[in-house]
């Protein structure tokens, strides 16, 4: 029955991760399409020498002109990373509290299933589209950069991928806990969501203001893409510890789903 019920929720979610795939490959290839104009022009690096070294570093804009700094500053400072929640959070809500809002888990717990086996096959299937997703991201990207002739290094590629994908996980359990505690959508995608922008927001922005530079290391953001993973080794900490949040996150918010009424609102 767990096996029905996850592939059930695979396939409630498959044709929106298509359209997430697509969207992000269009934006890989079209932003590193470009990367031919940026390697040979010094305009970008002239008028970056003129804006705050604090707004440089928190838009992830320092250096342009190298293969890594493209790609960090166009994609996975924060693009990357931000749609790959977004996406996380939608598949979920998709599967939780849109089908409750809709009267479709009703029918589900009617079968004999418990509670606990039908949200966690849901938020498997969401935190398997992710990890899939961040796959097809890391294969779009390498070839890319093949076609366009950027030299990055594959090991720190795939863990910058990595962690962006972790973010999204971190927004799958913020959204697992919201539909555990409510059945409203608008609530379920806000928590999502919201985490990633609000890491973005305490990790990149909370350093330019004097006194607030250590509340960034309060942000899951700042634990996984703190470290620029494009240009330096990742510690192991910065993949367990967003990780760890996720599953925290994800069991309470099956523990609250199974401490209240289950209906359509």
């Known amino acids: 029955m767990t096996g029905v ?8 979610i498959r044709r929106g991760w298509v359209v997430w795939t697509v969207s992000i490959a269009a934006l890989i290839a079209l932003t590193t ?11 970008m690096t002239d008028a970056i020498a003129g804006m705050s070294p604090g ?10 002109n190298s293969p890594e700094g493209f790609l960090w500053g166009n994609l996975y400072a924060l ?19 849109r089908q409750e809002d809709s009267g479709q888990y009703e029918l589900i717990l009617t079968q004999p299933v418990s509670r606990t086996a039908a949200l966690l096959a849901r938020i498997l299937a969401a935190v398997g589209a ?17 076609i366009w002739d950027l030299d990055t290094s594959v090991s720190r590629l795939t863990a910058t991928v990595a962690l962006c994908a972790l973010t999204g996980l971190v927004s799958v359990g913020a959204t697992a806990l919201a539909a555990g505690v409510s059945a ?9 969501v919201g985490v990633a922008v609000a890491g973005y927001v305490i990790s990149a922005l909370f350093p330019l203001r004097e006194g607030w530079e250590d509340l960034q290391y309060l942000a899951p953001w700042n634990w996984a893409l703190g470290g620029e993973p494009l240009t330096s080794d990742t510690d192991v900490w910065r993949y367990l510890a967003p990780l760890a949040l996720s ?5 309470t918010g099956v523990i609250c789903f199974n401490r209240r009424d289950v209906h359509a609102p």
């Open 130 to 146: 992710v990890v899939v997703l961040g796959v097809a991201v890391l294969l779009i990207q390498l070839g890319a950069n093949a």
């Open 55 to 64: 707004l440089v570093e928190a838009l992830g804009i320092g250096d342009l």
């Open 33 to 43: 399409a470009f990367w031919p104009a940026f390697k040979d022009s010094g305009g």
């Open 184 to 192: 409203q959508p608008a609530v379920a995608t806000a928590a999502g």
């Open 247 to 251: 599953v925290v996150l994800a069991t």
């Open 79 to 97: 693009l990357v990373p931000l749609l790959m929640a977004v996406a996380g959070t939608s598949f979920l809500t998709t599967l939780t509290a």
């Open 5 to 12: 019920l996850l592939s059930g929720a695979v396939r409630s």
